[in-house]
């Protein structure tokens, strides 16, 4: 006698099937979305102060506006000339297509009153000292994936600097520099000549970012390659966060080309207003006097904030709605394999009855030789 089935048993046998798949659909789900990963911040990442440039875009989506502005006092004890005037540095970034590309514009422009000593006599010159369009792309982040969370065992352990830190993150800029006729910054005394017109500039970013708030930038710049005025600088800047809204810095950039040389240094800070706006300010001065240096900046930075991350699920945010959807789906498919087994064992029953009773074609033929046998 067959055992009777149980509608209760079966009902939830049915449950906890369902409860099994939709388990392993959220397993699958959160699985997928581990490795995503964007450099996108909270706060606002701007490249002030100082001249260095983070190895880091903005993010996708996101328009950012840095501008500076500078009051400067240079004496040349060897030509006896003073130069006194101000400078505005104007820094567009957007984040385009993807988390590590930046497209991006500089633009400095100054204006100076440069006197003779000697005589009392004096003339004003203005002009954009640099005028670049570019991209930048991240091309090795080390951070990515990293696990952050502190050692709950050991206080020596959070305080001292890991091997991996010192692998920094390394981005690219290329871009292509414009000289105006006749702009006296990009005029060359020795071969009397001014760069004009459009030339190329490359750049590669290094980025490092230690325990306890502290961040070191290392830039190497070659800029209008393959004229006669072509330029490499290198820029070191080491940063700490004082606390969320206050950032101290110490910079220094070593400049060397056929017309100029110098080596520049800078202190200063930036207060973080809110998460899109940014004060700073800072010294610029020099050990040289050929010429002496002093110039005081001020900026500010803001953003425009478009950003959209890709949502990260957990098993507390996935939509029960959305996983019913996915439920429902996967009982169609599982339906539809199951029609097409039944249909394919009914071949094969209807098949077995077409058969049932027949001799298989080897033991008729013996049958038929033993008849035959049997006559003679």
Not at 220 to 231: A, K, L, P, V
Request: positive net charge.
């Amino acid at each position: 006698m067959r055992p009777k089935k149980n509608k209760n048993s079966i009902f939830g046998a049915i449950q906890t099937t369902n409860m099994a798949l939709k388990k392993y659909l959220k397993f699958l789900l959160l699985l997928s979305v581990m490795n995503s990963f964007s450099q996108y911040t909270d706060i606002i990442n701007s490249n002030r102060p100082g001249q260095s440039k983070s190895a880091f875009a903005v993010g996708k989506n996101v328009a950012q506006l840095e501008i500076g502005f500078y009051n400067f006092k240079n004496k040349h004890d060897i030509l006896n000339s003073e130069n006194k005037g101000f400078g505005l540095n104007i820094e567009g970034r957007y984040g385009f297509l993807f988390e590590q590309l930046e497209l991006n514009f500089n633009a400095v422009y100054q204006n100076e009153t440069v006197t003779q000593l000697n005589t009392g006599s004096s003339y004003k010159q203005a002009n954009f000292k640099m005028l670049s369009f570019g991209a930048k792309y991240l091309i090795y982040d080390p951070y990515k994936n990293r696990d952050y969370s502190p050692n709950l065992y050991s206080y020596k352990a959070n305080r001292r600097i890991n091997k991996k830190d010192l692998i920094p993150a390394v981005g690219i800029q290329l871009s292509a520099n414009y000289d105006a006729k006749e702009n006296p910054y990009s005029y060359n005394p020795y071969t009397q000549t001014y760069i004009e017109g459009f030339s190329p500039n490359a750049a590669i970013y290094a980025q490092h970012n230690f325990r306890g708030g502290w961040v070191f930038i290392s830039n190497f710049i070659m800029n209008r390659i393959g004229t006669n005025f072509d330029e490499f600088q290198y820029i070191f800047t080491l940063t700490k966060s004082i606390n969320e809204a206050i950032v101290l810095f110490a910079e220094t950039q070593g400049i060397k080309s056929d017309v100029y040389g110098d080596n520049l240094f800078r202190f200063g800070g930036a207060y973080l207003l809110n998460r899109n706006l940014q004060f700073d300010t800072d010294l610029t001065l020099n050990t040289k006097n050929t010429p002496s240096i002093f110039t005081i900046n001020a900026g500010i930075s803001y953003r425009l904030d478009f950003h959209v991350d890709k949502e990260i699920l957990t098993e507390d945010n996935i939509d029960e709605e959305f996983m019913e959807n996915e439920m429902e789906r996967l009982n169609k498919v599982s339906k539809k394999e199951q029609k097409k087994i039944n249909k394919q064992k009914k071949k094969e029953i209807k098949k077995a009855n077409k058969n049932k009773g027949k001799l298989p074609s080897n033991i008729k033929e013996n049958r038929r030789e033993n008849e035959e046998f049997d006559l003679n």
